[in-house]
């Protein structure tokens, strides 16, 4: 008797398979410091819109975050010589209806499926906790955010200043169809990334 052929697995899976997503936590601190400290120049400028380089106390806030009102999820490539952050992507909520977020990549990552893993997660975990607009400012010229964003349902409007683009996302529509992912929470987050696709 012939077995059931294996599933196929995508190509993102297998770029992905290495990876471990899951919620940030107070003591990923140190890992978070190490991945600002070796963003280059440009993803570092597109993640603050400023040359500048994060201060001790943002990074601080950015891994003990408060729950009640913030999601954020890291990527952590577990490689022989130990951890490395990768990716993370948060959600900071002011109230339902005026959620920011963000989203950082490392640059040897990119272009390589995390972003969009990360932001179909928030997204999920943002709707979850009763987001129902989520937006994020980017600059203009910031066609891979601009792409992303559009591929999951975001619409972007031009701000007053013409550097930079507001990219919004209705979460009380159902059909949006980044909502429809898979690994809802950030608590359900903490999993192999391929084991949950
Ligand atoms: C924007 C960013 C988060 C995208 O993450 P990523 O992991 O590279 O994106 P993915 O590989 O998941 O790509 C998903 C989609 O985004 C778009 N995209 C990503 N990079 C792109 C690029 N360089 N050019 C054009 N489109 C791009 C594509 O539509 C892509 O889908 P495809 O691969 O099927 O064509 C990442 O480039 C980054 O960290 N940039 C610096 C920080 C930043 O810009 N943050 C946004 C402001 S909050």
């Given at each position: 008797?012939?077995?059931?052929?294996?599933?196929?697995i995508?190509?993102?899976?297998?770029?992905?398979?290495?990876?471990?997503?899951?919620?940030?936590?107070?003591?990923?601190?140190?890992?978070?410091?190490?991945?600002?400290?070796?963003?280059?120049?440009?993803?570092?400028?597109?993640?603050?819109?400023?040359?500048?380089?994060?201060t001790?106390?943002?990074?601080?806030?950015?891994?003990?975050?408060?729950?009640?009102?913030?999601?954020?999820?890291?990527?952590?490539?577990?490689?022989?010589?130990?951890?490395?952050?990768?990716?993370?992507?948060?959600?900071?909520?002011?109230?339902?209806?005026?959620?920011d977020?963000?989203?950082?990549?490392?640059?040897?990552?990119?272009?390589?499926?995390?972003?969009?893993?990360?932001?179909?997660?928030?997204?999920a975990?943002?709707?979850?906790?009763?987001?129902?607009?989520?937006?994020?400012?980017?600059l203009?010229?910031?066609?891979?955010?601009?792409?992303?964003?559009?591929?999951?349902?975001?619409?972007?409007?031009?701000?007053?200043?013409?550097?930079?683009?507001?990219?919004?996302?209705?979460?009380?529509?159902?059909?949006?169809?980044?909502?429809?992912?898979t690994?809802?929470?950030?608590?359900?987050?903490?999993?192999?990334?391929?084991?949950?696709?």
């Open positions: 008797m012939r077995s059931e052929p294996a599933s196929p995508s190509g993102v899976e297998m770029r992905l398979r290495s990876l471990h997503l899951r919620p940030i936590h107070p003591a990923d601190l140190p890992l978070l410091r190490e991945f600002v400290k070796h963003l280059s120049q440009d993803t570092g400028y597109k993640r603050l819109l400023s040359g500048r380089t994060p001790e106390d943002e990074l601080r806030r950015w891994s003990a975050i408060d729950v009640s009102r913030e999601g954020a999820i890291v990527a952590i490539d577990k490689g022989p010589n130990g951890e490395r952050l990768v990716g993370v992507a948060r959600y900071v909520m002011q109230s339902p209806d005026e959620t977020f963000a989203i950082v990549i490392a640059d040897a990552w990119q272009r390589r499926g995390l972003g969009r893993e990360l932001m179909t997660r928030l997204i975990a943002a709707r979850a906790h009763g987001v129902r607009n989520l937006s994020g400012i980017a203009s010229t910031n066609f891979a955010m601009r792409s992303l964003a559009r591929a999951m349902g975001f619409e972007a409007a031009r701000m007053s200043d013409a550097l930079a683009i507001k990219l919004s996302l209705d979460l009380s529509n159902t059909d949006v169809h980044a909502g429809n992912a690994g809802a929470n950030p608590s359900d987050a903490d999993q192999r990334a391929s084991s949950s696709r």
